[in-house]
C-alpha cells in the first residue's frame, strides 16, 4: 500500500513539475514576443516547427515565419497576447495544449500547439493562432470572409 501511495506522489510531482516547466516555455513566448526578443522568442520552437496564423496564407515553416516576424521585432515589439486560460494534455514526450488569448486589436484567440521534449528541453513543435468569432455574429464574419477572398 504504502508503495503504491509513492509511485502516485512521485508520478503526481513529475506531472506538476512538467506542467510548470511547460507553462514556463509558452508564458515566455508570449513574454519574449511582447518585449520583442526575436532570437529567444524563436529558440523556443524546434528546428522543423510549423506556425498557423489567423489569415489562411499563414503556413509556415520556423524559417518562413522568422521572415515574417523580424520587421515587427525590430523596434523591439512583436505582438502582445495575454493569457486567459491554458489548459494541457498528454504525456510523455508529446504534450499539447489550448489557450485563450486576449490581443487588443483581435479580441479573444485561440492558440494551440504542440510541444515534444528534444534531448531534455521542451520545444515547440507546432502553433496555430485562431481568432475566436462569437456565434451571433458568425454568419456575418463569414459573409465577410467570403467576401474579402474575392479581393
Not at 504504502?2 to 516555455?25: C, F, G, H, M, R
Not at 515565419?65 to 515589439?77: Q, S
Not at 495575454?82 to 514526450?93: A, C, H, Q, T
Request: aromatic letters at 12%; proline letters at 1%; hydrophobic letters at 40%.
Amino acid at each position: 500500500m504504502n508503495k503504491a501511495i509513492l509511485v502516485i506522489l512521485v508520478i503526481l510531482s513529475q506531472n506538476t513539475w512538467a506542467q510548470s516547466e511547460l507553462d514556463a516555455l509558452i508564458d515566455g513566448l508570449h513574454q519574449d514576443a511582447h518585449e520583442g526578443n526575436f532570437q529567444t522568442y524563436f529558440d523556443r520552437y524546434s528546428t522543423d516547427a510549423i506556425f498557423l496564423g489567423t489569415d489562411k496564407t499563414e503556413r509556415w515553416t520556423v524559417e518562413e515565419f522568422k521572415a515574417y516576424a523580424e520587421p515587427a521585432f525590430e523596434d523591439g515589439n512583436g505582438w502582445t497576447y495575454e493569457v486567459v486560460e491554458r489548459n494541457w494534455e498528454g504525456s510523455g514526450n508529446t504534450r499539447w495544449f489550448d489557450e485563450i488569448l486576449f490581443n487588443e486589436k483581435l479580441g479573444h484567440c485561440r492558440g494551440t500547439g504542440v510541444v515534444q521534449l528534444t534531448d531534455g528541453e521542451w520545444k515547440i513543435a507546432h502553433y496555430a493562432l485562431t481568432m475566436l468569432v462569437p456565434n451571433a455574429i458568425a454568419a456575418e464574419v463569414g459573409s465577410q470572409t467570403q467576401e474579402a477572398d474575392k479581393l
